[in-house]
């Protein structure tokens, strides 16, 4: 049993900056978990990935945030972070944090409002 709880989220100028983070609570284990990501759903639009880290640190960007956005994971905390710089409007949406189990399926968080006006 794991739960994920997003926060850092909020509203921003574009060119500014915020920090997600995702905290795991539970039967976590590093070693339970494939890739821990982040993923953002606009109203209309299907949900896409954003950004994902493996239990090997490797890391993997869509187009669209590579240069401005980083995900890192801090396993002592249980946590995993997207710094998110450069914002632009077009980054506005509802994000998610997930971890993709080893056996298949996925944990999900409630999702944070992050809104860049322009």
């Known amino acids: 049993q794991v739960q994920l709880v997003e926060s850092g989220g909020g509203l921003v100028q574009a060119g500014g900056s915020l920090r997600l983070s995702c905290a795991a609570s539970?039967?976590?284990?590093?070693?339970?978990?494939?890739?821990m990501g982040w993923y953002r759903q606009v109203l209309g639009k299907q949900r896409e990935l954003v950004a994902a880290i493996t239990s090997g640190g490797s890391t993997n960007y869509a187009d669209s945030v590579k240069g401005r956005f980083t995900i890192s994971r801090d396993n002592a905390k249980r946590t995993w972070y997207l710094q998110m710089n450069s914002l632009k409007p077009e980054d506005t949406a509802v994000y998610y944090c997930?971890?993709?189990?080893?056996?298949?399926?996925?944990?999900w968080g409630q999702g944070t409002q992050v809104t860049v006006s322009s």
């Open positions: 539970g039967t976590w284990d590093f070693f339970s978990m494939n890739r």
């Open positions: 997930s971890a993709a189990k080893v056996s298949g399926g996925a944990y």
